[in-house]
């Protein structure tokens, strides 16, 4: 496994936007699938979006056209760019990495607070 280390939440108001990043410690071509997850208090974890090595993204259907994801496999870091930002995104946003073996790893969470 791999150490993960996020970035960049906070509190915003509604319409805001942040920018989550996260920073990699494996090698720069290790890496396969980088994805962000959100998990709010009582709900369970899902999938917010998800980028391939070779830049495919995937996106939940409540951030489409919201949210997105990139990587910089020369920074080891993965970002969310977070905008139009509603009450309901108001979340722990935890990181996730697949390395070319199918190893997981996961990162502490950073929290987002989508408030007035």
């Known amino acids: 496994q791999v150490q993960l280390v996020e970035s960049g939440g906070g509190l915003v108001q509604p319409g805001g936007s942040l920018r989550l990043s996260c920073v990699h410690s494996?090698?720069?071509?290790?890496?396969?699938?980088m994805s962000w997850y959100r998990q709010a208090p009582g709900n369970q974890r899902e999938l917010v979006a998800s980028i391939t090595r070779n830049k495919f993204t995937n996106y939940g259907d409540s951030v489409k056209g919201r949210f997105t994801i990139s990587r910089d496999d020369a920074k080891n870091t993965v970002y969310l760019q977070m905008n139009s930002l509603k009450p309901e995104d108001t979340a722990v946003y935890i990181c996730?990495?697949?390395?070319?073996?199918?190893?997981?790893?996961w990162g502490q969470g950073t929290q987002v607070t989508v408030s007035s």
């Open positions: 494996g090698s720069a071509f290790s890496i396969r699938d």
């Open positions: 996730n990495v697949v390395d070319r073996t199918g190893v997981t790893s």
